[in-house]
T-cell receptor, first 111, second 113 residues
Framework: GENVEQHPSTLSVQEGDSAVIKCTYS??????FPWYKQELGKRPQLIID?????GEKKDQRIAVTLNKTAKHFSLHITETQPEDSAVYFC??????????FGTGTRLKVLA | SAVISQKPSRDICQRGTSLTIQCQVD?????MFWYRQQPGQSLTLIAT?????????ESGFVIDKFPISRPNLTFSTLTVSNMSPEDSSIYLC??????????FGPGTRLTVT
Protein backbone atom coordinates (compact mmCIF):
# COMPACT_ATOMS: atom_id res chain seq x y z
CA GLY A 1 0.00 0.00 0.00
CA GLU A 2 0.89 3.67 -0.10
CA ASN A 3 3.59 4.90 2.24
CA VAL A 4 4.64 8.50 2.85
CA GLU A 5 8.01 9.38 4.36
CA GLN A 6 8.56 12.88 5.74
CA HIS A 7 11.83 14.60 6.64
CA PRO A 8 13.11 16.12 8.78
CA SER A 9 11.24 15.23 11.95
CA THR A 10 12.33 18.49 13.58
CA LEU A 11 13.57 21.71 12.02
CA SER A 12 14.79 24.88 13.68
CA VAL A 13 15.32 28.06 11.68
CA GLN A 14 16.03 31.65 12.50
CA GLU A 15 13.22 34.11 11.98
CA GLY A 16 13.32 35.40 8.42
CA ASP A 17 15.06 32.32 7.05
CA SER A 18 13.43 29.74 4.79
CA ALA A 19 12.24 26.28 5.80
CA VAL A 20 11.88 23.24 3.56
CA ILE A 21 10.10 20.01 4.43
CA LYS A 22 10.23 17.02 2.10
CA CYS A 23 7.93 14.06 1.59
CA THR A 24 8.34 10.97 -0.56
CA TYR A 25 5.46 8.74 -1.57
CA SER A 26 5.54 5.18 -2.84
CA UNK A 27 2.48 4.74 -5.06
CA UNK A 28 2.76 6.39 -8.47
CA UNK A 29 -1.06 6.45 -8.66
CA UNK A 30 -1.15 9.16 -5.97
CA UNK A 31 -2.35 12.40 -7.51
CA UNK A 32 -3.29 14.78 -4.70
CA PHE A 33 -0.90 16.09 -2.04
CA PRO A 34 -2.13 18.34 0.78
CA TRP A 35 -0.13 19.96 3.57
CA TYR A 36 -1.52 20.57 7.04
CA LYS A 37 -0.30 22.79 9.86
CA GLN A 38 -1.14 21.77 13.41
CA GLU A 39 -0.48 24.13 16.29
CA LEU A 40 -0.28 22.71 19.78
CA GLY A 41 -3.70 21.59 20.98
CA LYS A 42 -5.40 22.65 17.76
CA ARG A 43 -6.89 20.89 14.77
CA PRO A 44 -4.84 20.25 11.60
CA GLN A 45 -5.43 23.07 9.12
CA LEU A 46 -5.07 22.71 5.37
CA ILE A 47 -2.53 25.30 4.25
CA ILE A 48 -1.79 24.35 0.65
CA ASP A 49 -2.26 21.45 -1.72
CA UNK A 50 -1.10 20.38 -5.16
CA UNK A 51 -2.41 18.01 -7.79
CA UNK A 52 -0.30 15.80 -9.98
CA UNK A 53 -0.91 17.84 -13.11
CA UNK A 54 0.89 20.83 -11.56
CA GLY A 55 4.58 21.13 -10.73
CA GLU A 56 4.45 24.06 -8.32
CA LYS A 57 1.90 26.10 -6.42
CA LYS A 58 2.46 29.22 -4.37
CA ASP A 59 0.37 31.11 -1.82
CA GLN A 60 2.11 34.16 -0.35
CA ARG A 61 5.02 32.85 1.75
CA ILE A 62 4.32 29.16 1.26
CA ALA A 63 4.86 27.06 -1.83
CA VAL A 64 4.71 23.39 -2.70
CA THR A 65 6.68 21.65 -5.44
CA LEU A 66 6.01 18.21 -6.89
CA ASN A 67 8.41 15.91 -8.74
CA LYS A 68 6.32 13.03 -10.08
CA THR A 69 9.28 11.21 -11.55
CA ALA A 70 11.08 11.07 -8.22
CA LYS A 71 7.78 10.75 -6.32
CA HIS A 72 8.51 13.50 -3.88
CA PHE A 73 6.98 16.83 -2.95
CA SER A 74 8.18 19.63 -0.74
CA LEU A 75 6.79 22.49 1.33
CA HIS A 76 8.71 25.75 1.23
CA ILE A 77 8.13 28.54 3.73
CA THR A 78 9.96 31.79 3.11
CA GLU A 79 10.56 34.68 5.51
CA THR A 80 9.60 32.51 8.46
CA GLN A 81 7.88 34.10 11.44
CA PRO A 82 7.39 32.85 15.02
CA GLU A 83 3.75 32.08 14.24
CA ASP A 84 4.93 29.54 11.65
CA SER A 85 6.09 27.35 14.55
CA ALA A 86 3.92 24.22 14.48
CA VAL A 87 3.88 20.61 13.34
CA TYR A 88 3.46 20.20 9.59
CA PHE A 89 2.03 17.05 8.00
CA CYS A 90 2.13 16.05 4.36
CA UNK A 91 -0.29 13.53 2.89
CA UNK A 92 -0.85 11.66 -0.35
CA UNK A 93 -4.10 10.55 -1.92
CA UNK A 94 -4.91 8.44 -4.95
CA UNK A 95 -7.71 10.56 -6.26
CA UNK A 96 -10.05 9.69 -3.45
CA UNK A 97 -10.57 11.33 -0.10
CA UNK A 98 -8.48 8.68 1.64
CA UNK A 99 -5.19 10.17 2.81
CA UNK A 100 -1.94 8.59 3.92
CA PHE A 101 -0.18 11.04 6.23
CA GLY A 102 3.52 11.55 6.74
CA THR A 103 5.00 11.36 10.21
CA GLY A 104 5.13 15.12 10.73
CA THR A 105 7.79 17.83 11.06
CA ARG A 106 8.06 20.01 14.12
CA LEU A 107 9.15 23.45 12.94
CA LYS A 108 10.57 25.93 15.41
CA VAL A 109 11.17 29.49 14.31
CA LEU A 110 13.67 31.16 16.60
CA ALA A 111 13.21 34.87 17.20
CA SER B 1 -14.40 24.80 3.31
CA ALA B 2 -16.61 23.43 6.09
CA VAL B 3 -17.04 24.29 9.75
CA ILE B 4 -16.82 21.18 11.87
CA SER B 5 -17.61 20.81 15.55
CA GLN B 6 -17.09 17.89 17.90
CA LYS B 7 -18.53 17.00 21.26
CA PRO B 8 -17.19 16.43 23.85
CA SER B 9 -13.93 18.32 23.55
CA ARG B 10 -12.37 16.14 26.22
CA ASP B 11 -13.36 13.43 28.65
CA ILE B 12 -11.89 11.22 31.33
CA CYS B 13 -13.41 7.74 31.38
CA GLN B 14 -12.99 4.59 33.40
CA ARG B 15 -11.76 1.43 31.77
CA GLY B 16 -14.50 -0.88 30.54
CA THR B 17 -16.91 1.94 29.72
CA SER B 18 -17.83 3.44 26.33
CA LEU B 19 -17.78 6.98 25.00
CA THR B 20 -19.65 8.35 22.00
CA ILE B 21 -18.13 11.30 20.15
CA GLN B 22 -20.31 13.48 17.96
CA CYS B 23 -19.23 15.30 14.82
CA GLN B 24 -21.37 18.00 13.19
CA VAL B 25 -20.67 19.73 9.87
CA ASP B 26 -22.30 23.02 8.91
CA UNK B 27 -23.08 21.85 5.38
CA UNK B 28 -23.80 18.60 3.58
CA UNK B 29 -20.62 16.73 2.72
CA UNK B 30 -19.98 13.61 0.73
CA UNK B 31 -17.36 12.04 2.93
CA MET B 32 -16.72 11.96 6.68
CA PHE B 33 -13.79 10.29 8.36
CA TRP B 34 -12.58 9.42 11.84
CA TYR B 35 -8.91 9.58 12.81
CA ARG B 36 -6.88 8.84 15.91
CA GLN B 37 -3.86 10.88 16.86
CA GLN B 38 -1.62 9.72 19.67
CA PRO B 39 0.29 12.48 21.47
CA GLY B 40 3.15 13.69 19.29
CA GLN B 41 2.23 11.34 16.47
CA SER B 42 0.69 11.53 13.04
CA LEU B 43 -2.94 10.93 12.13
CA THR B 44 -4.17 7.39 11.64
CA LEU B 45 -7.40 6.77 9.76
CA ILE B 46 -9.86 4.64 11.72
CA ALA B 47 -12.70 4.48 9.23
CA THR B 48 -14.74 6.20 6.58
CA UNK B 49 -18.26 6.98 7.76
CA UNK B 50 -20.66 6.14 4.95
CA UNK B 51 -24.11 7.69 4.86
CA UNK B 52 -26.77 5.00 4.74
CA UNK B 53 -24.40 2.04 4.97
CA UNK B 54 -21.82 0.48 7.24
CA UNK B 55 -18.56 2.30 7.83
CA UNK B 56 -15.40 1.18 6.05
CA UNK B 57 -12.70 0.31 8.58
CA GLU B 58 -8.95 0.42 8.11
CA SER B 59 -6.65 -2.42 9.01
CA GLY B 60 -6.37 -2.77 12.77
CA PHE B 61 -9.73 -1.21 13.55
CA VAL B 62 -12.96 -3.19 13.98
CA ILE B 63 -16.61 -2.32 14.18
CA ASP B 64 -17.12 -3.94 17.58
CA LYS B 65 -14.53 -1.63 19.13
CA PHE B 66 -15.30 1.53 17.13
CA PRO B 67 -18.92 1.50 15.98
CA ILE B 68 -19.72 4.44 13.72
CA SER B 69 -23.00 5.94 12.67
CA ARG B 70 -23.77 8.42 9.92
CA PRO B 71 -27.50 9.07 9.77
CA ASN B 72 -27.27 12.01 7.33
CA LEU B 73 -24.85 14.12 5.31
CA THR B 74 -23.92 16.47 8.17
CA PHE B 75 -23.54 14.27 11.26
CA SER B 76 -21.59 11.24 12.43
CA THR B 77 -20.74 9.55 15.71
CA LEU B 78 -17.83 7.38 16.79
CA THR B 79 -18.11 5.17 19.86
CA VAL B 80 -15.03 3.90 21.62
CA SER B 81 -16.20 0.71 23.32
CA ASN B 82 -14.94 -1.22 26.32
CA MET B 83 -12.15 1.29 26.78
CA SER B 84 -8.68 0.55 28.09
CA PRO B 85 -5.84 2.98 28.86
CA GLU B 86 -4.41 2.22 25.39
CA ASP B 87 -7.43 4.01 23.90
CA SER B 88 -6.28 7.30 25.43
CA SER B 89 -5.76 9.53 22.44
CA ILE B 90 -7.17 12.42 20.44
CA TYR B 91 -10.01 11.46 18.12
CA LEU B 92 -10.68 13.73 15.16
CA CYS B 93 -13.39 13.74 12.57
CA UNK B 94 -12.96 15.25 9.15
CA UNK B 95 -15.17 16.13 6.22
CA UNK B 96 -14.35 15.87 2.55
CA UNK B 97 -15.46 18.83 0.48
CA UNK B 98 -14.87 19.94 -3.07
CA UNK B 99 -12.19 18.02 -4.90
CA UNK B 100 -10.43 15.88 -2.28
CA UNK B 101 -9.83 18.52 0.42
CA UNK B 102 -10.46 17.43 3.99
CA UNK B 103 -11.23 19.73 6.91
CA PHE B 104 -10.86 18.63 10.50
CA GLY B 105 -12.87 19.05 13.64
CA PRO B 106 -11.17 20.31 16.81
CA GLY B 107 -10.73 16.83 18.21
CA THR B 108 -11.81 15.00 21.35
CA ARG B 109 -9.10 14.34 23.92
CA LEU B 110 -9.87 11.05 25.63
CA THR B 111 -8.15 9.84 28.78
CA VAL B 112 -8.94 6.36 30.06
CA THR B 113 -8.06 5.59 33.68
Amino acid sequence: GENVEQHPSTLSVQEGDSAVIKCTYSDSASNYFPWYKQELGKRPQLIIDIRSNVGEKKDQRIAVTLNKTAKHFSLHITETQPEDSAVYFCAASMGTYKYIFGTGTRLKVLA
Amino acid sequence: SAVISQKPSRDICQRGTSLTIQCQVDSQVTMMFWYRQQPGQSLTLIATANQGSEATYESGFVIDKFPISRPNLTFSTLTVSNMSPEDSSIYLCSAGTGAYEQYFGPGTRLTVT
